[in-house]
């Protein structure tokens, strides 16, 4: 994390689990935190059986309590796999 926020980028994006490495960094010169509020199975030349893009429960919550500037949501169209959208959509 530190030769990232060394590198002076005005925003990371990172998840819950990844968020305390940026936030816990003392001083005001490190970059905003963007949260990202997905978590799926996804990426990769060979995918799982089971596929997955879930958002993370309370996302806006999190948000604000991380300090985060904004969040993001990555919603996903495979073909032949909808489950994938329909997971992530059936939060909104």
Known sequence: MRTLV????????????QADLLQSI???????????????N?????????LFSRM?????EQALRLDAVCVVVN????PE???VADSAF???
């Open 81 to 83: 796999q909808p489950e």
């Open 26 to 40: 003392p001083g005001k010169n490190k970059p905003q935190l963007v949260l990202r509020t997905d978590v799926a």
């Open 75 to 78: 919603l996903f169209r495979i």
């Open 6 to 17: 060394e590198a002076a980028p005005d925003a990371i994006q990172l998840t819950v689990g």
């Open 56 to 60: 993370i429960d309370e996302p806006v």
């Open 42 to 50: 996804v990426y990769g030349t060979k995918l799982p059986r089971t």
């Open 90 to 92: 059936k939060m909104f």
